[in-house]
Antibody, heavy 118, light 108 residues
Protein backbone atom coordinates (compact mmCIF):
# COMPACT_ATOMS: atom_id res chain seq x y z
CA UNK A 1 0.00 0.00 0.00
CA UNK A 2 1.07 3.58 -0.55
CA UNK A 3 3.03 4.97 2.39
CA UNK A 4 4.54 8.40 2.87
CA UNK A 5 6.45 9.03 6.08
CA UNK A 6 7.77 12.47 6.90
CA UNK A 7 10.65 13.09 9.27
CA UNK A 8 13.04 15.83 10.29
CA UNK A 9 10.70 18.17 12.12
CA UNK A 10 11.49 19.72 15.45
CA UNK A 11 12.16 22.99 17.23
CA UNK A 12 14.52 25.42 15.50
CA UNK A 13 15.51 29.00 16.16
CA UNK A 14 14.51 31.82 13.80
CA UNK A 15 17.01 32.28 10.99
CA UNK A 16 18.27 28.70 11.17
CA UNK A 17 17.80 25.84 8.70
CA UNK A 18 16.07 22.47 8.73
CA UNK A 19 15.71 19.67 6.21
CA UNK A 20 12.59 17.55 6.05
CA UNK A 21 12.46 14.12 4.42
CA UNK A 22 9.57 12.06 3.10
CA UNK A 23 10.16 8.34 2.58
CA UNK A 24 7.88 6.80 -0.02
CA UNK A 25 6.94 3.16 -0.49
CA UNK A 26 4.25 1.03 -2.08
CA UNK A 27 4.27 2.78 -5.45
CA UNK A 28 6.61 3.78 -8.25
CA UNK A 29 8.02 6.94 -6.70
CA UNK A 30 9.82 8.02 -9.88
CA UNK A 31 6.48 8.18 -11.74
CA UNK A 32 4.76 10.76 -9.52
CA UNK A 33 5.07 14.43 -8.81
CA UNK A 34 5.47 15.27 -5.14
CA UNK A 35 4.19 18.17 -3.05
CA UNK A 36 4.83 19.72 0.30
CA UNK A 37 1.81 21.27 2.01
CA UNK A 38 1.80 22.84 5.47
CA UNK A 39 -0.75 23.66 8.11
CA UNK A 40 -0.10 26.15 10.89
CA UNK A 41 -1.68 25.27 14.25
CA UNK A 42 -5.44 25.75 14.04
CA UNK A 43 -5.23 27.11 10.48
CA UNK A 44 -5.98 25.93 6.97
CA UNK A 45 -3.87 24.16 4.41
CA UNK A 46 -1.14 26.08 2.59
CA UNK A 47 0.53 24.66 -0.48
CA UNK A 48 4.33 25.02 -0.25
CA UNK A 49 6.07 23.44 -3.25
CA UNK A 50 5.91 20.80 -5.97
CA UNK A 51 8.52 18.89 -7.91
CA UNK A 52 7.94 17.02 -11.14
CA UNK A 53 8.35 13.22 -11.23
CA UNK A 54 11.78 13.52 -12.82
CA UNK A 55 12.87 16.64 -10.94
CA UNK A 56 12.74 18.71 -14.11
CA UNK A 57 10.43 21.39 -12.68
CA UNK A 58 9.90 22.93 -9.26
CA UNK A 59 7.38 25.54 -8.17
CA UNK A 60 7.02 27.37 -4.89
CA UNK A 61 4.53 29.44 -2.97
CA UNK A 62 5.52 33.10 -2.81
CA UNK A 63 5.79 32.83 0.97
CA UNK A 64 8.73 30.40 0.75
CA UNK A 65 10.32 31.28 -2.60
CA UNK A 66 14.05 31.88 -2.24
CA UNK A 67 14.16 30.29 1.22
CA UNK A 68 12.92 26.71 0.66
CA UNK A 69 14.14 24.14 -1.87
CA UNK A 70 12.30 20.98 -2.83
CA UNK A 71 14.30 18.06 -4.19
CA UNK A 72 14.04 14.32 -4.63
CA UNK A 73 16.22 11.25 -4.91
CA UNK A 74 14.43 8.72 -7.05
CA UNK A 75 17.05 6.08 -6.27
CA UNK A 76 16.19 6.38 -2.58
CA UNK A 77 12.42 6.96 -3.00
CA UNK A 78 12.78 10.08 -0.91
CA UNK A 79 11.53 13.64 -1.13
CA UNK A 80 13.20 16.53 0.64
CA UNK A 81 12.43 20.07 1.71
CA UNK A 82 15.41 22.23 2.62
CA UNK A 83 14.17 25.16 4.69
CA UNK A 84 16.52 28.11 5.24
CA UNK A 85 16.07 31.44 7.00
CA UNK A 86 13.20 30.06 9.01
CA UNK A 87 10.67 32.46 10.52
CA UNK A 88 8.08 32.06 13.25
CA UNK A 89 5.31 31.97 10.63
CA UNK A 90 6.86 28.83 9.15
CA UNK A 91 5.67 26.97 12.25
CA UNK A 92 3.36 24.25 10.97
CA UNK A 93 2.79 20.59 10.34
CA UNK A 94 4.42 19.77 7.00
CA UNK A 95 2.79 17.10 4.87
CA UNK A 96 4.24 15.44 1.81
CA UNK A 97 1.83 14.18 -0.83
CA UNK A 98 2.11 12.43 -4.16
CA UNK A 99 0.34 13.60 -7.30
CA UNK A 100 -0.09 11.97 -10.68
CA UNK A 101 0.73 14.24 -13.61
CA UNK A 102 -1.94 16.95 -14.06
CA UNK A 103 -3.81 15.65 -11.03
CA UNK A 104 -4.11 16.78 -7.42
CA UNK A 105 -2.34 15.12 -4.49
CA UNK A 106 -4.06 11.82 -3.79
CA UNK A 107 -2.04 10.23 -0.98
CA UNK A 108 -0.64 12.16 1.97
CA UNK A 109 1.71 11.42 4.81
CA UNK A 110 0.76 12.10 8.42
CA UNK A 111 2.99 15.15 8.66
CA UNK A 112 5.93 16.34 10.72
CA UNK A 113 5.77 19.33 13.05
CA UNK A 114 8.18 22.22 12.67
CA UNK A 115 8.28 24.84 15.42
CA UNK A 116 10.31 27.98 14.83
CA UNK A 117 10.94 29.64 18.14
CA UNK A 118 13.74 31.19 20.13
CA UNK B 1 -1.73 33.55 -8.31
CA UNK B 2 -5.29 32.24 -8.26
CA UNK B 3 -7.05 33.06 -4.98
CA UNK B 4 -9.80 30.72 -3.80
CA UNK B 5 -12.63 31.70 -1.49
CA UNK B 6 -14.99 29.31 0.25
CA UNK B 7 -18.44 29.84 1.70
CA UNK B 8 -19.85 29.55 4.18
CA UNK B 9 -17.08 29.52 6.73
CA UNK B 10 -19.11 27.20 8.94
CA UNK B 11 -22.14 25.10 8.07
CA UNK B 12 -24.20 23.72 10.95
CA UNK B 13 -26.38 20.81 9.89
CA UNK B 14 -27.92 17.62 11.23
CA UNK B 15 -27.16 14.07 10.07
CA UNK B 16 -29.29 13.23 7.06
CA UNK B 17 -29.39 16.80 5.78
CA UNK B 18 -27.90 18.02 2.52
CA UNK B 19 -24.72 20.11 2.58
CA UNK B 20 -23.81 22.55 -0.16
CA UNK B 21 -20.32 24.08 -0.07
CA UNK B 22 -19.06 26.73 -2.48
CA UNK B 23 -15.62 27.54 -3.82
CA UNK B 24 -14.90 30.61 -5.94
CA UNK B 25 -11.76 31.46 -7.89
CA UNK B 26 -10.28 34.88 -8.68
CA UNK B 27 -9.74 33.75 -12.28
CA UNK B 28 -10.78 30.87 -14.50
CA UNK B 29 -9.29 27.55 -13.47
CA UNK B 30 -7.91 25.89 -16.55
CA UNK B 31 -9.36 22.50 -17.46
CA UNK B 32 -11.54 22.75 -14.33
CA UNK B 33 -8.58 21.47 -12.34
CA UNK B 34 -10.37 21.87 -9.02
CA UNK B 35 -10.20 19.35 -6.19
CA UNK B 36 -12.02 18.94 -2.88
CA UNK B 37 -10.53 17.49 0.31
CA UNK B 38 -11.94 16.45 3.65
CA UNK B 39 -9.86 16.84 6.80
CA UNK B 40 -10.63 15.64 10.29
CA UNK B 41 -8.72 16.78 13.39
CA UNK B 42 -5.26 15.28 13.65
CA UNK B 43 -5.50 13.64 10.24
CA UNK B 44 -4.09 14.29 6.80
CA UNK B 45 -6.46 15.58 4.13
CA UNK B 46 -8.38 13.03 2.09
CA UNK B 47 -9.01 13.60 -1.60
CA UNK B 48 -12.73 13.50 -2.42
CA UNK B 49 -13.17 15.08 -5.85
CA UNK B 50 -10.82 15.95 -8.71
CA UNK B 51 -11.45 17.60 -12.06
CA UNK B 52 -14.34 19.45 -10.39
CA UNK B 53 -16.69 16.47 -10.59
CA UNK B 54 -14.86 13.12 -10.56
CA UNK B 55 -14.94 11.14 -7.35
CA UNK B 56 -11.64 9.80 -6.08
CA UNK B 57 -11.20 6.09 -5.45
CA UNK B 58 -13.36 4.78 -2.64
CA UNK B 59 -15.37 7.97 -2.12
CA UNK B 60 -19.08 7.33 -1.47
CA UNK B 61 -21.53 8.58 -4.07
CA UNK B 62 -23.21 10.90 -1.57
CA UNK B 63 -20.29 13.25 -2.37
CA UNK B 64 -20.57 15.08 -5.67
CA UNK B 65 -18.82 18.01 -7.26
CA UNK B 66 -19.98 20.43 -9.91
CA UNK B 67 -19.12 23.73 -11.51
CA UNK B 68 -16.71 25.19 -14.01
CA UNK B 69 -14.65 28.28 -14.70
CA UNK B 70 -14.61 30.21 -11.42
CA UNK B 71 -17.52 28.73 -9.46
CA UNK B 72 -17.57 25.26 -7.97
CA UNK B 73 -19.75 23.33 -5.54
CA UNK B 74 -19.33 20.29 -3.33
CA UNK B 75 -22.58 18.62 -2.35
CA UNK B 76 -23.03 15.96 0.31
CA UNK B 77 -26.47 14.56 -0.36
CA UNK B 78 -27.18 13.13 3.08
CA UNK B 79 -24.74 13.81 5.90
CA UNK B 80 -23.43 10.81 7.76
CA UNK B 81 -21.90 11.22 11.24
CA UNK B 82 -18.40 10.70 9.79
CA UNK B 83 -18.85 13.60 7.33
CA UNK B 84 -18.56 16.31 9.96
CA UNK B 85 -15.15 17.78 9.16
CA UNK B 86 -13.43 20.65 7.38
CA UNK B 87 -13.55 20.76 3.59
CA UNK B 88 -11.01 22.49 1.37
CA UNK B 89 -10.97 23.21 -2.32
CA UNK B 90 -7.67 23.35 -4.22
CA UNK B 91 -6.86 24.42 -7.74
CA UNK B 92 -4.11 22.64 -9.66
CA UNK B 93 -4.52 24.38 -13.01
CA UNK B 94 -1.60 26.71 -12.54
CA UNK B 95 1.91 26.39 -11.18
CA UNK B 96 0.71 27.62 -7.77
CA UNK B 97 -1.54 24.98 -6.28
CA UNK B 98 -3.54 27.18 -3.95
CA UNK B 99 -6.09 26.06 -1.36
CA UNK B 100 -9.22 27.79 -0.22
CA UNK B 101 -9.60 28.73 3.46
CA UNK B 102 -11.95 25.85 4.19
CA UNK B 103 -15.55 25.26 5.26
CA UNK B 104 -16.23 23.57 8.58
CA UNK B 105 -19.29 21.33 8.60
CA UNK B 106 -20.36 20.80 12.18
CA UNK B 107 -23.25 19.14 13.93
CA UNK B 108 -26.25 21.34 14.61
Amino acid sequence: QVQLVESGGGVVQPGRSLRLSCAASGFSFRSFGMHWVRQAPGKGLEWVAVIWYDGSNEYYADSVKGRFTISRDNSRNTLYLQMNSLRSDDTAVYFCARAPLWAPPDYWGQGTLVIVSS
Amino acid sequence: EIVLTQSPGTLSLSPGERATLSCGASQTISNNYLAWYQQKPGQAPRLLIYGASSRATGIPDRFSGSGSGTDFTLTISRLEPEDFAVYYCQQYGSSSFTFGPGTKVDIK
